[in-house]
């Protein structure tokens, strides 16, 4: 896979998963930064033009940088629940077709510390170099299952002891309602059409996040953070007070 841009290939890098990296017309800090990074993980860069970079990148920001990356390993779903350094926090995506999408729910989805991120292989924005830039490197880090059936999935998470909670406009309760302090599955929708049918009858419980303003809904990716981070919040207030 193609990965450009100074984030996500110095992250890439840190996850020891670059093979080949290509350069071009860049001198500063965060190139040097790189590298020296590249350097101490045997990697001699290849100077080339700054049209093979953007012709390597299909005309995204490559910012003179772009490597050959492996992909990331396989994971099942039991892997991410039994992986958990804590109580397992999981998210699924059921239908995230937006490339960029998908990186800002996966930097999301890093930031918070999620034990990994469930989604399906087919009609599902592919982990392509689109969605690594969009995860600002985090894509490199994430441990993700692909799945080839949602509704199946959620299922085993329940086998495995994990509650699902289901993100949807309509529900009447408040996400900050929702107890995330035990082995949790965020699940989310697909832009415009949220949750299906199927996937929503296999939620343990339905939650929305109110909107106090003219817009009626809010963005995805913007969504997974709200929620992810309120779980954060309550796990480390349980934390602090046991």
């Known amino acids: ?51 093979v970079l953007t012709r390597q990148a299909k005309g995204g920001v490559h910012q003179g940088v772009v490597a050959d990356v492996d992909e990331s390993s396989d994971y099942s779903v039991e892997d991410l629940v039994r992986g958990a350094r804590a109580e397992p926090l999981i998210l699924v995506l059921d239908g995230i077709e937006d490339p960029h999408n998908l990186g800002a ?16 292989a087919r009609r599902s924005a592919a982990r392509s170099s689109v969605a690594a830039k969009a995860s600002a490197g985090a894509m490199a880090h994430v441990k993700i299952a692909e799945v080839v059936n949602i509704a199946r999935a959620l299922e085993e998470l329940k086998e495995l002891g994990v509650w699902t909670v289901g993100l949807a406009g309509e529900a009447p309760m408040a996400y900050d309602a929702v107890d995330f302090s035990s082995p949790t599955a965020i699940v989310l929708g697909a832009e415009g059409q949220g949750l299906r049918r199927l996937v929503r009858e296999k939620c343990d419980l339905m939650a929305s996040i109110p909107m106090h303003g003219h817009v009626g809904s809010i963005n995805v990716s913007v969504a997974a953070g709200v929620v992810l981070f309120e779980a954060v919040r309550q796990r480390r207030k349980a934390e602090a007070a046991g």
Do not use: C, K, W
């Open 1 to 51: 896979m193609i990965v450009y841009g100074i984030n996500p290939v110095l992250e890439a890098l840190r996850a020891g998963r670059v093979r080949a990296l290509r350069i071009a017309g860049r001198d500063d800090d965060r190139m040097r930064e790189l590298l020296a990074f590249a350097s101490t993980h045997g990697i001699t860069p290849e100077r080339v033009t700054n049209d």
């Open 105 to 120: 729910i996966l930097r999301s989805a890093d930031a918070t510390g999620v034990d990994g991120v469930i989604v399906q």
